[in-house]
């Protein structure tokens, strides 16, 4: 995971990044105090691990944690671990690693950041941090991911989640959501829709009522009213749904 800092206040982030690693603790997680267990597999461990050594290997420098084994006897556990001098072309700063790896890269300018995290193969999830609130949303609306977290942001169920490039197609949650479950109809003719009398919009929300070149009917989207269900997600409350608002199938 890479984390962009200015790069005046890079070696602050490199010490606040390995306090924060420092604290974690390693073992079964089955067990309350711990709080990083294993990875999935044998495989999956020593994937993270190549990952560190060829970083390190193109110049990145270790911060704290490393590849070495950590003397667990059972469990695929890896080091948490803080890179530094990382540069946007290694692997580790645009591939997931899906391990317990930080990667700081410093940047001169908003910019510059923004061309860095754009330049990942994923987009799934991002995350921004600041003081002015402008700039903070300018820059979410130019990163290429499915959601951004503002400042620690809480999740919200009604809104879509989901992610762009490597990360995925389609949303889950809100209305995004519902209309996976939808279906699209379109209608032609060899007659515009005012010789058969037809009405331009159709179904029970909006349409798509623009007729191309006088022989293609208006394409009719069924929807739901979804601003009931707004209400209902927000509130959690499953009895609240009533006949009136359940989807078409």
Not at 35 to 47: E, I, N
Not at 101 to 129: H, K
Not at 185 to 201: E, Q, V
Not at 227 to 232: H, K, L, M, N
């Amino acid at each position: 995971m890479p984390l962009l800092v200015p790069r005046a206040a890079l070696q602050e982030a490199e010490s606040a990044a390995a306090v924060a690693a420092s604290r974690f603790i390693m073992g079964d997680p089955r067990c309350d105090s711990t709080t990083l267990g294993p990875l999935v597999s044998v495989r999956q461990r020593d994937r993270v691990r190549q990952h560190i050594d060829r970083a390190v290997a193109d110049g990145a420098r270790v911060v704290c944690g490393g590849s070495e084994p950590t003397g667990h006897s059972t469990g695929y556990f890896v080091r948490p671990t803080v890179l530094s001098d990382v540069t946007p072309d290694l692997a580790i700063a645009r591939e997931e690693v899906f391990g317990p790896v930080l990667t700081i890269i410093p940047y001169d300018s908003i910019d510059e950041a923004v061309t860095i995290a754009n330049s990942t193969d994923c987009g799934l999830s991002a995350a921004v941090w600041g003081s002015d609130d402008t700039t903070l949303r300018d820059v979410a609306r130019r990163l290429r991911s499915g959601q951004v977290i503002i400042n620690g942001g809480a999740w919200n169920f009604v809104a879509p989640f989901g992610g762009y490039k490597k990360s995925g197609l389609g949303r889950e949650s809100g209305t995004w959501g519902l209309e996976e479950f939808l279906e699209v109809k379109a209608l032609r003719s060899d007659r515009a829709s005012s010789a058969h009398g037809m009405p331009r919009t159709q179904g029970v929300g909006h349409a798509d009522d623009e007729v191309r070149g006088g022989d293609v009917l208006p394409v009719a989207r069924t929807r739901l009213r979804f601003e009931p269900w707004r209400a209902i997600v927000a509130k959690t409350s499953a009895k609240a749904i009533s006949s009136e608002h359940k989807a078409p199938r």
